[in-house]
């Protein structure tokens, strides 16, 4: 098993473009999330999804749009970047009660 | 107030010395209760994963939960330079099980 794929692991972006976090995992786990992490501010959740079909927002939502078309695939879209949106971002999936397994993360830069 | 509160340290310790890392949470529902490890510029890793109150021990690790406190508490023994890393507690239940709310992350350091 690859576990939690992310891509790409660094990304530059200039303020006002758009860009899909991809993220794919292969543990047939039904539940799957996108976290922020930025320095003093833990890990935030951005978007979550219990199911394919299934999405709500976290804590941290506004900039950012996922889809859930199937189980493996949950990505991330920012529709017009911000330098605010400078963050490591993480992709993480799990069974229904069981901790999440993580992808190793993006590291986004918007200049 | 934050849903769930954790020290960020960053806590220093000495080789072989017990470190003691904390938790304290305001929402009832919570069932579900977990700590992660995190290198730097690495994914959160899981270490342990507990339901309700109680331990788990799994090798130098011993994880305690106290729901009546609101409290949860990960103790590393014999600590090693190796264990230097972020730890984040995360906790999930309630209303949604699909959100995993996180502390800030503890840093520690052991020196040799």
């Known amino acids: 098993n690859a576990g939690v794929t992310q891509t790409p692991k660094f990304q530059v972006l200039k303020t006002g473009q758009s860009m899909t976090l991809q993220c794919a995992q292969d543990?047939?786990?039904?539940?799957m999330s996108w976290y922020r992490q930025d320095p003093g501010m833990g890990l935030r959740l951005i978007h979550y999804s219990v199911g394919a079909g299934i999405t709500d927002q976290g804590e941290v939502p506004n900039g950012y749009n996922v889809s859930r078309s199937t189980t493996e695939d949950f990505p991330l879209r920012l529709l017009s970047a911000a330098p605010s949106q400078t963050s490591v971002y993480f992709c993480?999936?799990?069974?229904?009660?069981?901790?999440?397994?993580f992808g190793s993360g993006t590291r986004l830069t918007v200049v | 107030q934050k849903e769930v509160e954790q020290d960020p340290g960053p806590l220093s310790v000495p080789e072989g010395a017990i470190v003691s890392l904390n938790c304290t949470y305001s929402?009832?529902?919570?069932?579900?209760f977990m700590w992660y490890r995190q290198y730097s510029r690495k994914g959160p890793e899981l270490l342990m994963y507990t339901y309700s109150s109680g331990n788990k021990e799994d090798g130098r690790f011993t994880a305690q939960v106290d729901k009546s406190s609101k409290y949860i508490s990960l103790f590393i023994r014999d600590s090693q330079p190796s264990d230097s890393a972020t730890y984040l507690c995360?906790?999930?239940?309630?209303?949604?099980?699909?959100?995993?709310?996180f502390g800030q992350g503890t840093i520690l350091t052991v020196h040799p």
């Open positions: 543990m047939n786990h039904e539940y």
């Open positions: 993480a999936s799990s069974y229904s009660t069981a901790g999440y397994t």
């Open positions: 929402n009832s529902a919570f069932q579900y």
């Open positions: 995360a906790m999930r239940g309630g209303t949604s099980y699909g959100k995993l709310t």
